[in-house]
C-alpha cells in the first residue's frame, strides 16, 4: 500500500500523539541517562590499558603459611611481612608519587590531548596541587595483597601501553630500593648496637686490668692469696724447726744439763719465734699484711674478671648480631614482570551502557510505584 502525500500529515500526528503519552519520568530517568552513556563510552571514554605485576619481599629469617607460600617456601622463600606491609604503603604515598613525578613524567603522560577530558588529569578545569594530582594517582595505582600465598599484586592504568608498562617497572624499582635501605638500615642498627657493646665492654676490661696491675705494682704482690699460701707454708716449716729445738732443749737438760749447745739452742728457739711472730704479722694483723690486701685485691680481680666476661658475652652477642643480620635481609623478589599490554581491558563499554539503563530502569519502576501507592492512598 503506497502513502500518499495527504496521509503523511496524518501520521505525523499520530506519532506526536504516541510521544505525548510516552510517561516524561522514563525519558528523564532511562532514556536520557542511556543516551548520554551510549554517547560516553560510545565515542568519548578513551581506552585504558592494565598493567600487572607480582611480587613477594623475602627473607631467611621468617616461614611463609600455605599454598604457594609453601612453595616459594621450599624454593628459599619466606615472608617478610613489616616490609610487605611497608612496600605495600609506599606504593600508594606521596613519596611515591613524588619520585615518579619528577620533571612532571606522571603528569605529562595522563594530561595528552588523544586522552578524553572526562579521563584525563586536567590542572585548568581542576585544582592545580599536588594533592590533587594525588587523589588522580591512587585512581591509576591499586594494590592487592594475597594472604595466603603472601603475593601482592601491582595494577597500573593507563591510557598507552608503554605508559603502563613504563610507570609499573618504575614503581617496582622504587619499592625494591625502599626495601633494600630498609632491610640494610635494621642490619646497620642491630650490628652497631651490638659493636657499641663490645667497645663499651672493651673500656670496662682495660681500665678493670689497669687498676689490677696499679694494685700489684703498688703492694709488690702477684697474689696475696699465693703469697699467704707461701708464707703459711714457711711458718709451719719454722714451727716444724721451733718443736724440734725445744725438743732437743728438753732432752739435754734431763741427760746433760751442763751442756754447752743450750744456750745455743736456746737463742736458736728465740730466733725461730721472733721470725714466726714476724711472718705470722704480714699474713695478718696490721694494715699491710696480705689479709689486709687480699680484700683489696679480690675485689679489684673480681672485677677485672667480671669486666672480661662482659667482653666475652658482648663479643658472643656481636657474633649473634651479624648472624642475625644476614637472617634480616629482606628483599623483593618478582613473581611477574609488568607486561606490556596489546588491547585495552577497560572500559567495558557494552556492560557500561548496559549497567546504565538496569540501573535507570529499577530507579524508574521504584518511583513509579510509588507514586501509584501515593495517588491510591489519596483516593
Request: glycine content about 6%.
Amino acid at each position: 500500500m503506497r502513502l500518499g502525500k495527504g496521509n503523511i500529515p496524518g501520521m505525523l500526528d499520530k506519532i506526536a500523539n504516541r510521544l505525548k503519552n510516552i510517561d516524561r519520568l522514563f525519558i528523564v530517568i532511562v532514556v536520557i541517562p542511556t543516551i548520554i552513556s551510549v554517547i560516553y563510552f560510545g565515542l568519548l571514554a578513551s581506552n585504558v590499558y592494565v598493567s600487572e605485576a607480582k611480587f613477594v619481599v623475602r627473607s631467611p629469617e621468617k616461614s611463609t603459611p600455605t599454598g604457594l607460600g609453601m612453595l616459594l617456601k621450599g624454593a628459599g622463600f619466606s615472608n617478610a611481612g613489616d616490609e610487605i606491609h611497608a612496600a605495600q604503603d609506599f606504593l600508594v604515598s606521596r613519596d611515591a608519587l613524588t619520585q615518579l613525578n619528577r620533571k612532571d613524567a606522571f603528569k605529562t603522560a595522563f594530561t595528552r590531548p588523544q586522552i578524553s577530558t572526562f579521563d584525563r588529569f586536567d590542572p585548568i578545569g581542576s585544582d592545580d596541587s599536588f594533592e590533587s594530582l594525588f587523589k588522580y594517582y591512587k585512581s591509576r595505582i591499586r594494590v592487592d595483597y594475597e594472604t595466603a600465598s603472601s603475593i601482592t599484586t601491582l595494577t597500573v592504568r593507563a591510557y598507552t601501553p608503554q605508559d603502563a608498562q613504563k610507570i609499573n617497572e618504575q614503581l617496582l624499582r622504587m619499592a625494591e630500593a625502599m626495601v633494600n635501605r630498609l632491610s640494610a638500615r635494621g642490619r646497620e642498627d642491630l650490628i652497631q648496637f651490638a659493636a657499641a657493646e663490645v667497645e663499651g665492654a672493651k673500656a670496662k676490661a682495660r681500665d678493670a686490668a689497669l687498676a689490677l696491675s696499679a694494685f700489684r705494682n703498688a703492694n709488690g704482690l702477684v697474689d696475696p692469696e699465693k703469697q699467704a699460701a707461701i708464707q703459711l707454708q714457711m711458718i709451719s716449716k719454722l714451727q716444724d724447726e721451733l718443736i724440734g729445738a725445744k725438743t732437743q732443749i728438753q732432752e739435754l737438760r734431763e741427760y746433760a744439763p751442763q751442756s754447752s749447745q743450750l744456750p745455743v739452742l736456746a737463742t736458736r728457739v728465740h730466733s725461730l719465734e721472733r721470725e714466726i711472730d714476724l711472718q705470722s704479722g704480714r699474713i695478718a694483723g696490721d694494715r699491710k699484711s696480705l689479709a689486709a690486701s687480699a680484700a683489696q685485691y679480690q675485689r679489684v680481680a673480681m672485677e677485672s674478671q667480671f669486666a672480661d666476661r662482659q667482653l666475652a658475652s658482648a663479643m658472643s652477642s656481636l657474633q649473634e648480631a651479624e648472624n642475625e643480620a644476614r637472617r634480616k635481609q629482606a628483599y623483593v623478589e618478582r613473581i611477574v614482570e609488568p607486561n606490556r599490554p596489546d588491547a585495552a581491558l577497560e572500559p567495558k563499554r557494552l556492560r557500561g551502557i548496559g549497567t546504565t539503563f538496569l540501573m535507570c530502569f529499577i530507579i524508574w519502576g521504584v518511583l513509579v510505584m510509588l507514586m501509584a501507592g501515593i495517588r491510591e492512598h489519596r483516593a
